[in-house]
């Protein structure tokens, strides 16, 4: 399983459009948090008068939502196009093993890609006046919020690339499936048709615990949820692996 892991991020960091990925993530970020203007975006630091790098937690998921499925498009698509995942299936390894290596090295190379954001809180830590003006507390209670929705958006990418050998459509698939997990259910919550049911359903979408992990806060039931759904689609990956033998 171990050797699977770090094949899986070897090939992604060993082809060019695993850090074209990254830096576009990157450079979107950076953008959109140091030079656009607050009039067209809301999210300048330097214009904001704000020791606080809250714009980088409301632009990420949504450029995670494009980068993440361009890193796992690739992970079950490409050995099946290949008919490499005959041989896979082969090994003294079970399905359970094959779809976690392949998650845990899509989750590392999201963790890979969010590292150099540090940068951005150093820099807005230096720049608080007095140095050090910011809520870290907070600051870091985003960050493991970001962390666990970049772990679902994997979930739901690899579970996408399973089920077809087109990355193209796997990529299609994984944006589309992320999405309807991340604002899907809010917009069904917000249009009212469940009564008062509408905040349950708008509890069964990411962004709703994602938020709330955001405010600094730890709640079990924001960690019960992502772990939640993180198995519940690593689990529907190894059903369609298992359907081969069908």
Known sequence: MFTLFVKEIRSFLSSLIGYIAIGVFLSVIGIFMWLVPNESS???VLESGFA???????????VYLFLIPAITMRTFSEEKKTGTIELLLTRP???????????????????????PTLIY?????????????I????????????????????????????I??????????????CFFMYVGFDLIGMAGLFGKYDAFV?????NDHYISMSRG????????????????????????????KW
């Open 121 to 133: 809180f150093y820099s807005v830590y230096q720049l608080g006046y007095p140095k050090g003006n």
């Open 202 to 206: 708008k509890g069964l979408g990411m």
């Open 135 to 162: 809520d870290t507390g907070g600051m870091w209670g985003s960050y493991i919020g970001l962390l666990f929705l970049g772990a679902g958006f994997v979930s739901v990418g690899v579970f996408a690339s399973s």
């Open 52 to 62: 606080n790098i809250d714009p980088l937690f409301i632009i990420a998921p949504w």
């Open 42 to 44: 809301g999210a300048n």
């Open 164 to 177: 077809s050998e087109n990355q193209v459509i796997a990529f299609i698939m994984a944006l589309l499936l």
């Open 93 to 115: 390894l079970t399905e359970w093993q094959i779809v976690m290596a392949k998650y845990l090295a899509g989750f590392v190379l999201v963790l890979i890609s969010l590292l």
């Open 217 to 244: 806060v730890i709640d079990t039931r924001d960690l019960i949820y992502f772990v939640s759904l993180i198995v519940i689609f690593n689990l529907l990956s190894k059903l369609v692996l298992e359907s081969r």
